[in-house]
């Protein structure tokens, strides 16, 4: 039988959301219609795909063993749409660069005015991404490139080509017992809660809050976060602290919230990330642009007594 993609992503929509309901809603169709679509799958198939008595509503046996293959075909369709986008924004000389909140700024710019330069006609447009999707975009082809923080847990398909380095700060309530420093370290902050986020992956939390401690205390989580303005509010609040990275401090500002250097950790990487085998001119541009810049930064200032190595621009 011909495998219908269409019905397919019926089927998950149930399966990722455990009730009709939902997926309906999220689909844009109603829950019968949602319900009659599935039914037309298993009839193709011959099995029941779900079990519709577990609340909520799950895979049956054969559906998990289907599902399994049938998500990996649906990746491999979406990127081969994707691909065909990405074609038809090379010939028009459209580039979208994604970003996640405070990752834009003096070096983006720079990034893309070389880009800008090497190819006149190129229109470069941002796109904020959330924190989970800051590599998947790439690799589904939502975006052509972007710029990523860590950690990256799957990098399968992607390049990644360090833009910079930004030291770690830790946002604390204006009236914190260690709001009048000027740096801390990390033993400073043991005990204390951390912001936590539900929608992305463990990894990237424990990366974030820098769990494990050195000191070997364990990290406490405190109240969840999907956005910065979010996380600042709940620091400004006293609920608890948050690790982010320093571009953050120009970006994003609380008059109850402070930002310390953390100096014990190390700096965060803020990466290009593009699809290994893309060939796109502008994405070639990009890369380019990225490489000089980089060492740019990485050349000595020509002004006597004032040398430049090492600088993160």
Known sequence: MDLNLHLVRYLVAVVDEGHFGRAAARLYVSAPALSKQ??????????????????????????RRFLAEARTALAAADRAVAAVEAHRRDLAGVLRLGFMTAATGTHTRRIIDRVQREVPAASVQLVQLPWPDQADAVRSGTVDASLVRPPVVDTEGLRLEVVRHEPRVVALPAG????????VVLADLDGEPHVTDDETDERWVRWWACDPRPSGVPVRYGPVVHTMDELLEVVASGEAIAITGSSVVDSHRHPEVVFLPVTDVEPCPISLCTRLDDPSVLVAA?????RALRADAARPDPTPGNPRVGVSW
């Open 176 to 183: 914190h017992r260690l709001a009048a420093r000027a740096e």
């Open 38 to 63: 599935v039914r037309t799958l298993e009839r193709k198939l011959g099995v029941d795909l779900l079990d519709r008595s577990a609340h909520p509503v799950v895979p049956t046996e054969a559906g």
């Open 286 to 290: 990009l890369r380019r642009a990225v």
